[in-house]
């Protein structure tokens, strides 16, 4: 039901934007959340967008990365900028209700299935 697209290799200091579409309902009273996991790591939080526009970050992504919501498209987009080798990891998607933190991937009930994203230094 979410379905995450975007990623691919990328130089260093570049950009990609990321989408996760939504199909089979509609996710607009939902928070979608974007998480990544990077190889022999734990998935971690990056962004999330709460239905009424809060946005939230991480702080190692705070000032490149955007997060938006086209609810006609039933979309969020990820935006990218100034990529560094950290940044390599599968992105997932995802969405949850209002229950529970925004922070924690085990509150989230839909998954989508992660878009590799390789940054080349």
């Known amino acids: 039901q979410l379905q995450a697209s975007g990623g691919g290799l990328v130089q260093a200091g570049g950009s990609l934007r990321l989408s996760c579409t939504a199909s089979?309902?509609?996710?607009?009273?939902?928070?979608i959340g974007w998480f990544r996991q990077a190889p022999g790591k734990e998935r971690e939080f990056v962004a999330a967008r709460g239905w009424s526009g809060r946005v939230y970050y991480a702080d190692s992504v705070k000032g490149r990365f955007t997060i938006s919501r086209d609810n006609v498209k039933n979309t969020v987009y990820l935006q990218m900028n100034s990529l560094n080798s950290e940044d390599t990891a599968v992105y997932f998607c995802?969405?949850?209700?209002?229950?529970?933190?925004?922070?924690?991937?085990?509150?989230?009930?839909?998954w989508g299935q992660g878009t590799l994203v390789t940054v080349s230094s």
């Open positions: 995802a969405a949850k209700s209002d229950v529970g933190s925004i922070w924690s991937d085990n509150n989230y009930d839909y």
């Open positions: 089979g309902r509609t996710f607009s009273s939902y928070t």
